[in-house]
């Protein structure tokens, strides 16, 4: 498959549900995240535990959802509770393997800030945490998939919405929180990690096509490169078979 066969969502949803490990239990938040957990599951991880914030476990939906409280995404459902029942009853008790967030700011320790953006010395308030912040707090990894533009990948994010690495090295740690194993972004343009001392971003792989100076152009502090940094792996032709036809037919998504 070459680099006109997919398109650039498609590209980022292969690579997270790549990132999936079959049986492991899933916190997912909507858009793109579901969209890749749905992969994963559908291919190389049938045994996929995908539990939504809301209370639902493993839903079969046919329909895709606008958002977690659309009742279509909770079809066939293995499961119904709350948000006291999956946040408390599951995740606070350490039994999620990943949190999959989105965010409408990440900074260069992983920090999310999906509560607020200062525009002209004003806060401009524009959603909040929702599960996020207990989500990342407490899954055992976390992904997030974001657009790659300065004003998204920043140096500090304007309000900490969702705990990464909190100010790097051991400073997550030291505040009393869980250890994280694993923090991933994936953007349009690229995978990040944290798998350093510092704790702080840096470029694990390039999207084809993709250049660095048009990674470094489009984030907002001078991000570094993982001294092994590879070139994405492109999708198969079955993963986009299952994108295109089962999990999100009608691409409201991809």
Known sequence: MNSTDFTTNELMAVTASRMLEDGQNIVVGLGLPQVATLL???????????????????????????????????????????????????????????????????DKFGNI???????????????GSGGAADIASYSKKVFAIAKHQNRKIVELVDFITTVGYL??????EDTGLPKC??????????????????REMQVESIHPGVTREQIKENTGFDIKFDMDVK???????????????????KKIYI
């Open 167 to 172: 100010k790097g090295g051991t400073s997550r």
């Open 113 to 127: 800030n999906s509560t607020g953006i200062y525009e002209k010395d004003r806060f401009r308030h524009i959603n």
């Open 40 to 106: 994963a599951k559908n291919s190389h991880a049938p045994n996929l535990n995908i539990i939504y914030e809301i209370g639902v476990v493993n839903p079969e939906s046919v329909d895709t959802g606008v958002g977690i409280a659309d009742p279509r995404l909770w079809y066939r459902s293995e499961y119904f509770t709350s948000f006291v029942g999956s946040l408390g009853s599951v995740l606070h008790r350490g039994l999620v393997d990943v949190g999959f967030l989105g965010g409408l700011q990440i």
């Open 181 to 198: 194993k694993d923090i991933r972004i994936i953007t349009n343009l690229c995978v990040m990690n944290f798998n350093n001392e510092a």
């Open 231 to 249: 070139i994405t792996d492109l999708p198969d032709e079955k993963e986009i078979y299952l994108l295109r036809n089962v999990i999100d037919p």
